[in-house]
C-alpha cells in the first residue's frame, strides 16, 4: 500500500555489485537516501564512484543486488518492465553525450516523439496523446528553430544536441528528471546556456532533479541539496550551501579546494 505523501525516493541499503570472485566490483556499496518531489539533488564525486550506477536504478536501466528502491511510494526493486509503465513516463534521463544518445539515422522529430510512441507509455493518460503538437512544444520550450523536427542529428551543433535530448525528455510531461553529467560533453561556451535551460525547465514543470557532475559551480547553480559520494557510498550529503561553505568529510574538502584553485 503506497502512503499518502510518499517520497519521491526511497532507498534503503542499496547494493550493486559488477562481477564475481576477484573480478567484484562494489559499484554503490549501501546508500540509503529519501529524495522528495521538487528536489534539486546533485551527486557529485570521483570517476568511478558509482554516480552513474546509482542514477540508472533510479531510472530502472538497471537493478540492485541487494536493498529496497521506493518509487513515490511504490517497491520497484524487482518489477518487471511491462509493470515500470508508471515510472517511465514520470522519470527521464539525458546523458552525458549526445552525440552516442541520440540515433543518427532518425530525425530529430522521431527521436524526440520516441517515448510518446513506447508502447509502456503510449496507453497512459498522463502522456500527451497529441504527438506533433506536443512535438511542436518542446521543440520550441528548448529553444530549437521550427524545423528541428525533419533534421537529423548531425546537422546540430553539440549544444543543440543536448536541448533535443532535453525535448525528448520533457516530452512525456515526466516529474524526474535525470541528468548524468549534461553539460561535461560540450564546450565551455556552451555549458551556461545548457545549464540555464535545465534551470527554467526545472521551475517551469516543477521537477524534481537529479543531476550528476563533476563540476560544483554546476551544482551551486542547479541544485539546491548536494550528495558526495566516493566508493559506492554517500560520505556527506546536506544543503548545497552548507556543504559547500563548511564541507566536513576530507574527501569534500579535497574537492572544493581542487575546484577553487582551478577557479580562474
Ligand atoms: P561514476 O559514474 O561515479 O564514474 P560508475 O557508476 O560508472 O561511476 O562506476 C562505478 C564502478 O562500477 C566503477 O568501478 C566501474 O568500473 C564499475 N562498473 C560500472 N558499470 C559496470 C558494468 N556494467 N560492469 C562492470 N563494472 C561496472
Ligand atoms: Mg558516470
Avoid at 88 to 93: K, N, T
Avoid at 116 to 131: F, K, M
Avoid at 147 to 173: M, N, V, Y
Amino acid at each position: 500500500m503506497a502512503k499518502e505523501h510518499p517520497h519521491q525516493y526511497e532507498l534503503t541499503d542499496v547494493v550493486r555489485t559488477y562481477g564475481h570472485g576477484p573480478d567484484r566490483v562494489q559499484a554503490v556499496d549501501g546508500i540509503s537516501l529519501t529524495i522528495d518531489p521538487g528536489d534539486r539533488l546533485g551527486l557529485v564525486g570521483e570517476s568511478g564512484s558509482g554516480k552513474s550506477t546509482l542514477i540508472r536504478m533510479l531510472a530502472a536501466l538497471d537493478r540492485p543486488t541487494s536493498g529496497q528502491i521506493l518509487f513515490e511510494g511504490h517497491d520497484i526493486t524487482g518489477l518487471p518492465e511491462r509493470r515500470l509503465g508508471f515510472l517511465r513516463s514520470a522519470v527521464q534521463i539525458v546523458f552525458q553525450d549526445p552525440r552516442s544518445s541520440l540515433n543518427p539515422r532518425m530525425t530529430a522529430g522521431d527521436i524526440i516523439t520516441e517515448p510518446l510512441r513506447s508502447p509502456v507509455l503510449r496507453r497512459r493518460s498522463d502522456v500527451p496523446t497529441d504527438r506533433a503538437r506536443r512535438l511542436a512544444e518542446v521543440i520550441d520550450q528548448v529553444g530549437l528553430p521550427a524545423d528541428t523536427a525533419r533534421r537529423h542529428p548531425h546537422e546540430f551543433s553539440g549544444g543543440q544536441r543536448q536541448r533535443i535530448a532535453l525535448a525528448r525528455a520533457l516530452a512525456p510531461r515526466p516529474r524526474v528528471l535525470i541528468a548524468d553529467e549534461p553539460v561535461s560533453a560540450l564546450d565551455v561556451s556552451l555549458r551556461a546556456q545548457v545549464i540555464n535551460l535545465i534551470n527554467d525547465l526545472v521551475d517551469e514543470y516543477g521537477l524534481t532533479l537529479i543531476l550528476v557532475t563533476h563540476d560544483l559551480a554546476v551544482v551551486r547553480h542547479l541544485c539546491t541539496s548536494v550528495a558526495v559520494m566516493q566508493a559506492g557510498m554517500v560520505v556527506e550529503q546536506g544543503a548545497t550551501a552548507e556543504v559547500t561553505a563548511e564541507p566536513r568529510h576530507p574527501y569534500t574538502q579535497e574537492l572544493l579546494s581542487s575546484v577553487l584553485t582551478l577557479d580562474p
